[in-house]
């Protein structure tokens, strides 16, 4: 089977290296194209055949028509959008070409309008499914890399760690607030738009000596970064994951975490702060981060190691596009 992966970032993130992986995946057995922003090319360039396009709008129909012609010299039987400017981009070409498509939908979206338009979508969490019309299936994301590597037989140290975008939806405001009668010291991993305004609240607060910001890792680095914490925070507001939570959990280091995503898959919603709801997380962190030594995830790690392994999700994804294809021909 060809398939296409067409991704519209600029950063390299959550929804680039899913696809990265996912395609590593699928090479084994398929052809794997990436169509992206020449900004992501080198990301990929080194694994695939990689075609990449400036970084245009959904409006702009003199590249879209250029994609056209690129989709159609490929000749592939899957293209396989990611996120809805890369839909609804498609949306615009699938007239004009014979060839099957499956979106999925990484996060939650207020605007599902792209996603409805589209024959399949693959939703990484039923959190995110609200709102959805056409037909879909849950497939959620997965750990790819050997959690048994003795690269990860490292100390562990006593501070807790969150990672990811500075950015409203990750809710480090509200954890930073939350941390004030915390005792273990914070690291929080990431780059964004937020984050001088979270530099300033930790001086607002007084926590310099606690709570720290730091540079983003690479993944390698990162995965070294949650087995020395005592414990992941995840605190988002809205979240279409998290696979931060899965990789830790993988790794044998507990988390704790806000209701979204796939979290109330893995953990009983006993165990989860309400998202977007500082009194519910405060009271959640000040009863559990300094008493996470008494918590047993062990159950939980086995679980996520088997559950959300990549080639388990991958065959999925498969089964997904076979289906489609047939169905293509019938039609």
Excluded at 137 to 160: C, D, G, L, R
Excluded at 204 to 225: A, C, F, G, M, T
Excluded at 278 to 291: G, R, Y
Excluded at 312 to 331: G, R
Aim: glycine share 4%.
């Amino acid at each position: 089977m060809k398939i296409i992966h067409f991704i519209s970032s600029t950063t390299y993130g959550g929804i680039e290296q899913h696809v990265h992986e996912l395609g590593m995946n699928q090479k084994k057995n398929n052809e794997v194209i990436i169509i992206c922003t020449h900004i992501m090319k080198p990301f990929f360039e080194n694994d695939f055949k990689v075609f990449s396009t400036k970084n245009f709008s959904r409006n702009n129909l003199f590249q879209i028509l250029k994609l056209l012609l690129v989709i159609r010299k490929f000749d592939a039987d899957i293209i396989h959008t990611h996120g809805s400017k890369t839909t609804s981009i498609f949306l615009k070409l699938r007239i004009f070409i014979n060839i099957v498509h499956v979106a999925t939908l990484h996060n939650i979206k207020k605007n599902m309008v792209p996603y409805n338009k589209s024959k399949y979508v693959i939703a990484v969490s039923d959190a995110i499914t609200k709102g959805l019309k056409t037909k879909y299936s849950v497939i959620s994301n997965w750990i790819y890399f050997n959690y048994e590597s003795p690269a990860f037989v490292i100390e562990k140290k006593n501070h807790a760690i969150a990672v990811g975008r500075f950015e409203r939806a990750k809710g480090f405001d509200l954890l930073i607030k939350s941390w004030v009668n915390i005792k273990r010291d914070l690291y929080i991993f990431g780059s964004g738009s937020q984050e001088n305004f979270l530099k300033e609240l930790i001086e607002e607060l007084n926590l310099q000596n606690k709570v720290y910001i730091k540079k983003p890792l690479p993944h390698e680095d990162l995965l070294r970064e949650y087995v020395k914490a005592k414990v992941l925070i995840i605190s988002s507001r809205n979240e279409g994951g998290p696979r931060v939570a899965l990789e830790a959990l993988a790794l044998g280091t507990p988390v704790l975490s806000t209701d979204v995503g796939h979290m109330n898959a893995i953990f009983p919603k006993e165990f989860l702060a309400q998202p977007d709801n500082l009194n519910s997380l405060k009271t959640f962190i000040e009863k559990h981060v300094d008493a996470i030594d008494d918590i047993n995830q062990q159950s939980i790690f086995e679980y996520v190691r088997e559950e959300f392994d990549l080639r388990n999700q991958a065959k999925k994804i498969m089964s997904v596009y076979e289906d489609l294809c047939k169905t293509k021909f019938i039609e």
